[in-house]
């Protein structure tokens, strides 16, 4: 995993990024334009979004395809690459539903030990 030859070092680390994960349920229905996808990516800023969008076309699991309208138009879409993802997603999805609870509460206990061991070095 670690040998300077193994794949591993090629992947696209940005599926794992806040938003490239978000791009991929907005666009599993279909193509959108960037205004569209700011509409539920409401929390991302338009450069974070432009630079995912960037990295998601050039691994190849969006395409960008601008139009020669007045005004430009440029809609992104899924690739067949990009769709392999979505089973990946619905798995940590239901990974997440069944487990948060439990990640939530170590969570709190150990800001609960922290807070504890931090009043006692007072």
Known sequence: MFHP???SSVM???V???W???V???LQDGPRRFGELRVPLKAVTPKVLSE???AM???GLITRTPYDENPPRVEYALTSLGRTLIPLLDAARAWSETHLPSLLAARQTAAADAAAAAADQD
């Open 20 to 22: 490239a994960g978000m």
């Open 5 to 7: 030859l193994c794949p």
């Open 16 to 18: 794992g990024d806040k």
């Open 52 to 54: 995912t969008l960037r």
């Open 57 to 59: 076309e050039r691994d």
């Open 24 to 26: 991929i349920r907005c």
């Open 12 to 14: 696209p680390v940005r």
